[in-house]
């Protein structure tokens, strides 16, 4: 991690929340990222930004560095190629942790996460750990999804829900905001996915940590600009994922079952 651009006082802070970063990962997203740093300065002013860079050959990284130049309040992380969104958003964590950051917001460069939802998360985050934006709570609309990803994202996150016991509508959301006294009640340095199965991940320590975790309705809509990450392999890894910390959770369960009529009477 090099080449880190920032500039002037960090912001006083968004009120009951206290310093936010919102970590914004990027790779090859030149038609986007500066619509989306605009539209998060718009929406909450008082958040500070982080656009972490996956040395983008389309020059993504340039035009960050030329925003950082003009507004301090947006920041710039260098990495070394291409790493996941799993990655980049652990050493956004980081970055804000080492910072004194308050909280650490998730969101995606490609315009689907709406900045304009921003102050309700935030809003959320006063009185919770962990704040998911979710496509599939009530009041929440997907825009412009064609069927199939419909049914791969309701059926993905049935199955997370119900494999790992998860009271969350939306495990794979990469929408969030993290108090960062959460993170640091979480086993980051176990974490080894991407992805969706990064998100399950994350929510699935998050609920076994014991940490608050709420989830606040947003418009989630398909990218206008750029090429979508996902591919069959992301689903096929967080398919395995999960299949594999059900059975990890369920045997752990046995276990203390099995230790707790050992003791008795």
């Known amino acids: 991690m090099s080449g880190e651009i920032h500039g ?9 929340v206290g310093r936010v970063l919102v970590v914004i990962p990027t790779y090859n997203e030149a038609a986007n990222v500066a619509d989306i740093v605009a539209r ?3 929406a909450a002013p008082a958040v500070e930004l982080l656009v972490a860079d996956d040395n983008s050959p389309d020059g993504t990284g340039v035009i960050a560095d030329a925003l950082a130049g003009t507004d301090p309040a947006v ?3 260098h990495r070394e190629g291409k790493q996941g969104l799993g990655a980049a958003y652990l050493a956004g964590f980081a970055w804000a942790r080492q910072r004194g950051y308050d909280a650490v917001v998730e969101m995606d460069a490609d315009g689907s996460h709406a900045p304009e939802d921003l102050p309700a998360l935030l809003a959320a985050a006063r009185d919770a750990d962990v704040v998911i934006g979710s496509r599939w709570t009530r009041g929440a609309r997907v825009v412009n999804w064609p069927l199939r990803r419909l049914l ?3 059926c993905g996150n049935l199955y997370a829900r119900l494999a790992l016991g998860m009271p969350v509508s939306d495990a794979t959301g990469g929408y969030r905001v ?44 398909e ?3 750029g090429d979508s990450k996902m591919s069959p392999l992301i ?7 999960i299949t594999g910390w059900a059975v990890q959770d369920r ?3 046995w276990r203390r079952a099995g230790r707790a009529r050992a003791r008795w009477p």
Do not use: M
Not at 8 to 16: E, L, V
Not at 185 to 197: E, I, K, P, R, T
């Open 8 to 16: 002037g006082a960090p912001a006083a802070g968004y009120p009951g």
């Open 40 to 42: 998060v300065r718009r």
């Open 75 to 77: 920041h710039v992380l």
């Open 152 to 154: 791969l994202s309701r």
């Open 178 to 221: 993290y108090r960062t006294a959460a993170l640091e009640a979480l086993d980051l340095a176990s974490v080894c996915s991407q992805g969706y199965s990064f998100q399950v991940e994350l929510s699935r320590l998050a609920h076994r940590a014991g940490v608050r975790i709420v989830e606040v309705p947003i418009t989630f809509a």
């Open 223 to 225: 990218r206008e600009h």
């Open 235 to 241: 689903v096929v890894e967080a398919l395995w994922r």
């Open 251 to 253: 045997r752990a369960a």
